[in-house]
C-alpha cells in the first residue's frame, strides 16, 4: 500500500497574502499601521525610530498616518517590515515574561558581536 497523498500545505486555511498586490496593499494597510503604532507605544519608541525601522516613511508622513490623514497603502518593503516587527513581538510574547519583552528593545546586547 502506498502512503496516503500529503494535504497542501495551506489547505483549510486562509492564503498567505501577497504583498506586492496592490489591493492586498491596500486592504491590510490599515491594520498594519494601527498594529506598528500600538508596537511603538509599548516599546516606548519615538517617530524617528518608528521610521527608522519602515525605511521608507518620513517623519512628517508618520504623523499623517497616524492621524488617517493620509490614504495611500504601504509599499510591500513596509508591509514586509511591519510583518517581521510583529514577529518578532509575538516571539518576544512567548519567550519572556512582560516586563522584559516590552523592554527588549532598550536592552544592553552583552553579545561579543556588539562589543558586550
Do not use: Y
Not at 516599546?43 to 512628517?60: F, G, P, Y
Not at 528593545?105 to 552583552?110: D, E, S
Amino acid at each position: 500500500m502506498g502512503a496516503a497523498p500529503r494535504p497542501a500545505v495551506n489547505s483549510g486555511q486562509e492564503a498567505i497574502p501577497n504583498l506586492p498586490d496592490a489591493d492586498t496593499g491596500d486592504r491590510l494597510t490599515p491594520a498594519a499601521v494601527d498594529g506598528i503604532v500600538r508596537l511603538g507605544e509599548i516599546w516606548r519608541l519615538t517617530s524617528a525610530e518608528v521610521c527608522a525601522l519602515l525605511s521608507d516613511v518620513s517623519e512628517r508622513l508618520w504623523f499623517r498616518k497616524k492621524k488617517r490623514e493620509w490614504s495611500g497603502a504601504l509599499s510591500h518593503d513596509t508591509l514586509t517590515r511591519v510583518s517581521t516587527l510583529t514577529g518578532i513581538f509575538n516571539g518576544l510574547r512567548l519567550q519572556f515574561s512582560e516586563p522584559i519583552c516590552d523592554d527588549w528593545v532598550w536592552l544592553p546586547n552583552k553579545g561579543a558581536l556588539f562589543g558586550g
